[in-house]
């Protein structure tokens, strides 16, 4: 056994210096790799979603590989029937508001963007809305709020997002956010300066034509085209869709030859988000990372791939 030599104060100090600079060159040729990928914008995440810590939120979106992230708030804190008595703040999910998707978007500029968002019964709804447009947020919502599509409290957000020529983005959920996807198409023709992006269980459902049970919010039969979200992508310019969530996965994987089709006719229309809480990015535990893979895989090029998972959402939301 030998005996050890006693380390003297010099060699601690430049064995340790050696190794903080390795981290430093490894951190930064990480920094490189991921800033080297191809770009990927991700238009649908949360801060605080389902309690998720703020250091996971940045670590998940790196893991996935987004280079641009946009957080989309829930409105302020309210106990009305657009929040169903309050049950469903947060956006049904503890998600952060305004100024928290705000303040963190500014801590990582190149990284993240915000959007503005408000209960839209709220006295105040435009008002707060409107701070958050001026001081730059690409996009209104999500609107997640059990409030008629075309009531009068909705079309003054549709009316203040045509004024500031940003998208607004629509959770559909039947009897639950956003009721009367049906009548939709009025608001489309109402307002055709504004472009609308379709999001969540109904809005997904319906790419069927035989979705007939509205209440069946993740349908897992073979699909047949012609549903009125397939309409409304085809037959209106100002219509978009969300591709993130279990419903926007479950679009895909139900029926993957429909989806190939599905993708190659709609793909200056389609949009990646993630949407999900998890705290790893990556793997099956990973609803966002799944989306990715299904994009890629079912994409009838690249061309097409790269439209729906950047080039799509840059130009819509000019970042």
Known sequence: MCKTQPISRRDFIIGTSTLLLGNALAS???????????PIIDIHQHTNYAGRPQEQLLAHQRAMGITKTILLPAGTPSFGLSTHKGTTNGLQAKCGVNSVCYDFAKSYPSEFTF???????????????EKYLKLGAPVIGELKFGVDCDSKEMQRIYKLAEHYNVPVLMHWQFQMFNYNFERFPKMLEKYPKVNFIGHAQTWWA???????????????????????????????????????AGSGLLSMTRD????????????????YGSDCDDSVGHG??????????EIR????DKKAERKIL???????FRL
């Open 28 to 38: 930064h040729a990480g920094e490189s790799s991921f800033q080297d990928k191809e």
């Open 115 to 129: 959007g503005a968002n408000e209960v839209p019964d709220l006295p105040d709804a435009t008002k707060e809305i």
């Open 206 to 244: 319906n790419i069927d034509k035989n979705h007939t049970d509205q209440s069946i919010l993740y349908p897992k039969t073979k699909v047949t085209k012609g549903g009125l979200t397939d309409k409304l992508l085809s037959d209106y310019p100002n219509m978009y869709g969300d591709m993130s």
């Open 256 to 271: 993957e030859e429909h989806a190939r089709d599905f993708i190659k006719r709609h793909q200056d229309k389609l949009l």
């Open 284 to 293: 099956e535990k990973c609803q966002g990372a799944q989306t990715l893979i």
């Open 297 to 300: 895989k079912l994409a009838p």
């Open 310 to 316: 950047y080039e799509n959402a840059k130009k819509l």
